[in-house]
Every structure is written in C-alpha cells, then in structure tokens.
C-alpha cells in the first residue's frame, strides 16, 4: 500500500509539473500576442517581424489544443522556440529606444 501511494506521489508530481508548464507556455504565448498586439509595440514591429510572431504563436497555440497530454520538456521546447524569435526582436526594440533617448 505504501509502496503504491509513493508510486502515485510521484505520478502526481509529474503530472503537477506538466500542468504548470502547459500552462506557463500558454501564458506566455497570449502575453506575446497581447504584446505585439498592443499599440505602442506594434508600431515598432515590421510586417515581417509581425507576421513572424504571429505565426509561431498560432503554432503553439493549435498544438496546445491537439497535445493536451504532453509532457514538461515538450512544452519547454515551445516556449524556448518562442523565445527564440520573440526575444531578439524585444531586445532590438530595447536598444532602438535607448538609442533615440540617448540621441534627445
């Protein structure tokens, strides 16, 4: 019985870490649409940059719809993949602003 309840303890641990990743990924995913979304930011942003953001979001948000059991490592994968574009652009966008107040 014991060594049962130790089996599900762990099972339930898995499970708790899955969920939270799932639903960091999907956070992150709508915060990153909300962001290039958002006036201020949109501005700042080239079609191609846009577009770019915008179909990588679409393609984690459709395969969180189709992979509701995934595990951690899968939705860690997504989210570097969505950082792997967004955060270059964030950070051009950080050193363009710093720039033009430098510049003033």
Known sequence: MI???EKY?????R????????NA???YAYNMRNAINDKEISL?????EKKEIDEKIDLVLVWLDV???AEQHDFENFQRLLSSVFDPIVM???KD???SSVQQ
């Open 92 to 94: 051009k966008m950080i």
């Open 67 to 69: 992979n509701v059991v």
């Open 97 to 99: 602003d710093v720039g």
């Open 3 to 5: 060594k049962e309840a």
């Open 25 to 27: 990924l999907q956070k």
């Open 44 to 48: 700042k942003l080239s079609a191609k």
């Open 15 to 22: 499970y708790k870490k899955n969920v939270e990743a799932r």
């Open 9 to 13: 303890k762990e099972e339930d641990k």
